[in-house]
């Protein structure tokens, strides 16, 4: 079961991809956001599709414009050169501590939007992510084993850097990462009460 929004650009609408059909859940949900998270909303979907069965929702035109999966998030922290060769390609050492970095939340689009390049950029790439998306507020946790409670599920988004220009050419450049629509995703799949949902 993977979370996905629809529609044009400002007006998507929540839905979900079932056995690959995307189906309209406009009716029951506002969309996935942050309050739909944090009220347990996850469980509260899980427990209608499982009651209603798939069929009882309506499919989405296939013309429909996939959308992000999630409502803009309050912020996008990122951990950067976290995967060995990825340090060893840009030529730099496994960092002692995690190396972290936010995106803005503009970057964040639906998987067939068009990519703005930013002028005078000079090595517009991609790179393929592990996206956690966080259900609920936490700080100070009492340990990492706690922090499973607060996980609403995963993804995998391609993030698409653009350093703007060859003076500016750092591999974590804030003019590179958090330039508009940078970051892309298709589907979010959700995780409640034990189970877990991959989004990709």
Not at 17 to 45: C, K, M, V
Not at 97 to 125: C, H, Q, W
Not at 141 to 152: H, M
Request: charged content about 25%.
């Amino acid at each position: 079961m993977k979370l996905i929004r629809f529609g044009k650009r400002g007006s998507e609408k929540p839905g979900l991809l079932l056995d690959g059909i995307r189906r309209d859940l406009s009716s029951q949900f506002r969309d996935w956001d942050s309050d739909f998270f944090a009220s347990g909303g996850l469980n509260s979907l899980k427990a209608l599709v499982e009651r209603r069965g798939a069929e009882a929702f309506p499919e989405v035109a296939a013309g429909e414009r996939w959308g992000a999966p999630i409502v803009r998030p309050h912020k996008i922290i990122c951990i950067g050169l976290n995967f060995h060769d990825h340090a060893h390609e840009a030529g730099m050492e496994i960092p002692k501590e995690p190396i972290l970095f936010m995106k803005a939340t503009n970057t964040m689009v639906g998987p067939y939007d068009d990519l703005l390049i930013p002028r005078r950029s000079s090595k517009t790439d991609w790179e393929v992510e592990l996206g956690v998306v966080i259900g609920k507020e936490a700080r100070y946790l009492e340990s990492a084993e706690k922090s499973a409670e607060y996980i609403a599920g995963n993804s995998s988004p391609r993030a698409r850097p653009s350093p703007c220009s060859p003076d500016i050419d750092p591999p974590y450049a804030a003019t590179g990462e958090c330039g508009e629509t940078v970051f892309s995703t298709v589907s979010c799949t959700a995780g409640g009460g034990g189970a877990t949902f991959r989004c990709r």
